[in-house]
């Protein structure tokens, strides 16, 4: 059995690749599978922690690539910065410095991919327990997107989780990111029924195991843990809040309307209040631990911790907590 150091340094080598951004019409091969992490400067240092455990946890990491897609390579995003676009029924402002700016690449991978082969697309808060493999290889029974259902008020709405997707790239060729980003501004398209796959053919989408995209519940049946409750993501514990919360609440359509109004009176992000613990502190320990990999692999170094922690990106007391992290055991199903 090889070496942690020897290990250690595969992974990091693996992940350092993973963190080149991908080029816009440029598939990363004609066949070969690809995972592709989409974020922005706020998530990056998510992002590469997300690339490492994909590749630490696979026994096929050579049959697939891993990329970084980074809001930053995309100009079009930015040029619609602080403009009106349509989201849930309601005009909001585009914010780059939104936590969650990236969102729109989750469309983008069939078109780097050449519209050929398989691929998946992660949020960059999304952490594999188990071999991706398992995902990217699985028949998909003719479907051209295969995901997991929202939870909650959205499941019952018919809104389907585009966080993680498993795509059949030849059979969404109607997907033409740029284009279809701009129709929100022009109010063609609505961002939630966008991103929520409403938009998508009848019979087009198959549904894989919750487990594939399970929402901050780390259990001995989760494939991928997803910190999607932004409030309490580990890393951010005591941070101002940096994302722009919903503003639409079909049950007490109140709430939206004190939302809206106090969003339209002090600004996306005031009188939100600061991240919070995660409840689970095994998720904490998950997070740290594998970050601790990344220090010690050179994939991330601790310069890059420090400058995320002095723009606000990651907890003050993050190396307080890295050394006192290690990954978390878990007991069998």
Not at 134 to 141: A, E, F, G, V
Not at 151 to 167: E, H
Request: glycine share 6%; proline share 5%; aromatic share 10%.
């Amino acid at each position: 059995m090889d070496s942690f150091e020897q290990r250690a340094a595969d992974i990091g080598a693996h992940a350092t690749a993973a963190a080149e951004p991908a080029e816009a019409g440029a598939a990363p091969s004609a066949v070969k599978p690809c995972v592709f992490i989409h974020t922005n400067a706020l998530q990056m240092l998510g992002a590469k922690v997300a690339a490492h455990a994909l590749a630490r946890n696979s026994a096929h990491s050579d049959a697939f690539d891993i990329r970084i897609i980074h809001t930053d390579d995309y100009p079009f995003l930015h040029a619609r910065d602080g403009q009106q676009f349509l989201r849930d029924g309601v005009k909001r402002h585009w914010r780059m410095d939104d936590l969650q700016s990236f969102t729109p690449l989750r469309f983008l991978p069939p078109e780097l991919m050449g519209y050929q082969g398989r691929a998946v697309v992660i949020d960059p808060d999304i952490f594999a327990i188990a071999d991706i493999w398992d995902l990217l290889s699985r028949d998909m029974q003719g479907a051209s997107i295969m995901c997991r259902m929202r939870s909650g008020v959205k499941r019952l709405r018919g809104c389907y989780a585009s966080s993680v997707m498993l795509l059949d790239c030849a059979k969404l060729k109607h997907w033409r990111c740029e284009e279809q980003f701009n129709e929100l501004f022009a109010f063609k398209r609505d961002y939630m029924a966008w991103i929520s796959l409403k938009l998508e053919p009848q019979g087009s989408i198959a549904l894989f195991e919750n487990e594939w995209n399970d929402f901050d519940r780390l259990s001995p049946q989760t494939k991928m843990l997803h910190n999607t409750g932004r409030l309490t993501q580990p890393w951010k514990t005591g941070l101002p809040i940096d994302f722009t919360p919903a503003d639409t609440f079909p049950l007490f359509p109140p709430i939206g309307w004190a939302m809206r109004l106090r969003r339209r009176a002090f600004g996306d992000h005031a009188l939100l209040g600061r991240y919070r613990r995660h409840p689970d502190g095994n998720q904490e320990r998950l997070f740290f631990g594998l970050l601790r990999e990344c220090v010690e692999a050179g994939s991330v170094s601790e310069d890059e911790v420090r400058e995320e922690m002095r723009l606000n990106h990651v907890r003050r007391d993050a190396f307080e907590v890295l050394e006192r992290s290690s990954l978390p055991q878990r007991s069998a199903a």
